[in-house]
């Protein structure tokens, strides 16, 4: 059994180059393959083609074949295509379409016809399998990254497709969550006869798991295998693959610690009557830069969001000494946000009056959004509409938007998830050059601890309820 791609040629517009350019390859049911390089490549777009979500949905196929087994996966119904391959997404919050763990479990069983009586065992199963049967009754918007990632993987274990795809399963989620992700893949490869076939730029959560690891440059494969246990980490950091254990090395001007910008005194939030941290305490100052860790689901998002405003919480949040929640509306943006979801904070039509916003009274305005999208490798696209980017894209995107605002602090929920390493170095070397010349609190979110310990002046642990240095 297997993926096959003959000659393909594929394209997002008629008149743009080609982003996969005559590419052909086989991939064995048999194996875990993992697909690797530098952000732009055409991982994703391989996938979506595999997965038959395109050209249905976006883009060109100038030529060339995709089949799976045998067959052309969108030549099928989307019915009959859940039986064939499944895909889970970056963002597995795309592809919810109930309110709780339970009825998304539930929803998947109707769609496979499934008789109502053996519904409820098959979905304790898939519940255990994934080892989230705490989760059961909750609601999807209140699970973190990680969470919603394991809740995606028992739909796919219920819909049991002859083919898995992923892409970038692991961005957002810590290291034993992950860990925990890829050996239930390894099971369903290897008991179940699922091909897995997954797009990362993280490779250290696949060691002892993948069988092969196949390198993508310009749109084609590079001819060589490389086996997971012996990887070339010069050729994959030369690539721009993440390579584990493997430094930054950012270049920053020392920190000039200066007056605390933001305090935090006993904060707390709930979801649901649940408590989800009960009291953080915290003093940031302005030309610093924080990483936050932890966890998946142990907070860090729900923080984030309790600072934005999207959640009401308990205790103080004092950004100079004044209550966030009393804060009047033209002082909102003292405190910048990049979203984990970077889609949730566009507010305009196109790339271009993306940045322009933030710029909007400066004399200069237009040089300066130029100069800051050819820096993120997005002044291509400057027409087109933010939400036409690739997920890695608009993550790129939506921290230079924020970065063009005269903020305070500076808040960014995973801002470089998803990236591949020159990326993810571009963005840190950009916010932390921000935070030190305009004396920014720079707060980030990340479960990279080489990255939180290369570019944080302080790292904090978000553990039992509350921040502890680490």
């Known amino acids: 059994m297997s993926i096959r791609i003959e000659h393909l040629k594929f394209t997002y517009f008629e008149d743009r180059k080609d982003i996969l350019c005559d590419l052909s390859a086989e991939f064995d049911a048999g194996e875990i393959t993992i697909l690797t390089g530098s952000s732009g490549c055409g991982k994703s777009t391989l996938l979506y083609l595999a997965a038959g979500i395109y050209p249905h949905s976006a ?58 009586e053996k519904m409820m065992t098959q979905v304790e199963e898939a519940l255990a399998f994934c080892e989230i049967s705490h989760l059961k009754k909750r609601t999807l918007h209140s ?37 925990m992700i890829a050996g239930k893949l390894k099971e369903l490869n290897r008991t179940k006869g699922i091909g897995i ?54 270049e920053l001007p020392a920190a000039k610690p200066g007056e605390v910008v933001l305090k935090l005194r006993h904060l707390a939030v709930k979801h649901e009557n649940n408590p989800i941290f009960t009291d953080v305490n915290a003093d940031f100052r302005s030309g610093c830069i924080y990483a936050i860790v932890g966890e998946s689901g142990c907070g860090k998002s729900s923080l984030f969001g309790a600072l934005s405003g999207l959640y009401s919480y308990g205790g103080q949040a004092l950004l100079e000494n004044r209550e966030l929640r009393k804060l009047r509306k033209k002082e909102l943006g003292k405190v910048g946000f990049v979203t984990q979801n970077p889609q949730d904070q566009f507010v305009s039509d196109t790339v271009r009056e993306e940045i322009l916003v933030g710029l909007k009274g400066q004399p200069d305005a237009e040089a300066k959004t130029e100069e800051i999208l050819r820096g993120i490798k997005l002044w291509r696209y400057r027409d087109i509409s933010p939400y036409m980017l690739s997920q890695g894209q608009q993550r790129r995107l939506g921290v230079a938007a924020l970065m063009a605002y005269p903020c305070k602090a500076l808040v960014c929920d995973e801002p470089t998830y998803a990236q591949d390493r020159n990326n993810t170095a571009a963005i840190m070397d950009a916010l932390c050059r921000q935070a030190r010349e305009h004396g920014v609190a720079l707060i980030f979110s990340t479960h990279d601890r080489q990255l939180a310990k290369d570019y944080a002046d302080q790292i904090l642990e978000l553990k039992g309820g509350g921040l502890c240095v680490r």
């Open 143 to 179: 699970l973190s990254g990680g969470e919603r990632q394991k809740v995606m993987l028992a739909c796919m274990t219920l819909l049991s497709p002859k083919w898995l795809l992923l892409d970038e399963p692991f961005a957002n989620i810590d290291d034993a969550s992950a860990r």
């Open 59 to 116: 883009g060109i196929r100038r030529s060339g074949t995709v089949s799976v087994e045998g067959v052309r996966p969108d030549s099928l119904t989307p019915s009959k295509r859940c039986h064939l391959v499944g895909m889970m997404f970056q963002n597995p919050e795309l592809q919810f379409c109930m309110d709780t763990v339970e009825h998304e479990l539930l929803f998947c069983l109707e769609n496979l016809c499934t008789p109502r």
């Open 197 to 250: 076939l997954a797009v990362d730029h993280r490779l250290e959560n696949w060691l002892g798991i993948a069988d092969q690891v196949r390198v993508m440059e310009n749109g084609v494969l590079r001819p060589e295998v490389m086996d997971v246990s012996t990887l070339d980490g010069a050729l994959l950091k030369e690539l721009g693959v993440i390579v584990p254990g493997e430094a930054y090395e950012p």
